[in-house]
């Protein structure tokens, strides 16, 4: 299935976990993939448990990264016409809470290999290398 759709979360995810309700740390990488699936033209959406004030500050900060999010906990619009559930869809979920969860140091890194692998990113190899299709 193409990635199309990526919702990730905020605290532990996009910024070092521990510091509520402060904003911590951009964590490794993260702004530079978000940057790259922004790119790309696949949805992008903030799925986090913040709200009121420490939600609107996790936006700014974002944003002050260069990253607008086309959804805030809540579907894309052509995700509304057929999702009924109050999960919200994504065909990436990125948080820190996961089972699999790499880490916060690798979590982004692992995020950008597999969307490369899966064609969802073009690839970025050192020195302008490029692998060709079949070699994802």
């Known amino acids: 299935m193409p990635i199309e759709i990526v919702a990730t979360d905020f605290d532990g995810t996009i910024v070092e976990n521990g510091v ?3 904003l911590g ?3 490794p990488h993260a702004f530079r993939v978000l940057r790259r699936i922004k790119a790309a033209g696949i949805g992008l959406i903030l799925l986090t448990n913040r709200s009121g ?3 609107a500050q996790a936006i700014a900060f974002c944003r ?3 990253i607008e999010f086309d959804a805030i906990n809540d579907d894309l619009p052509a995700a509304k016409a057929w999702n009924r559930s109050r999960k919200v869809y994504a065909d990436l979920y990125v948080e820190d809470r996961a089972a699999g969860f790499p880490g916060p ?3 982004w890194l692992w995020v950008e290999h597999r969307m490369e692998n899966e064609g ?3 690839y970025q190899g050192t020195a302008g290398e490029t692998r060709a299709t079949g070699d994802r």
Do not use: C, N, Q, S
Request: charged letters at 35%; glycine letters at 6%.
């Open 53 to 55: 004030e420490e939600l």
């Open 20 to 22: 509520w309700p402060d």
């Open 64 to 66: 002050a990264a260069g």
């Open 25 to 27: 740390r951009a964590l």
């Open 120 to 122: 969802a990113l073009a």
């Open 105 to 107: 140091e690798k979590v």
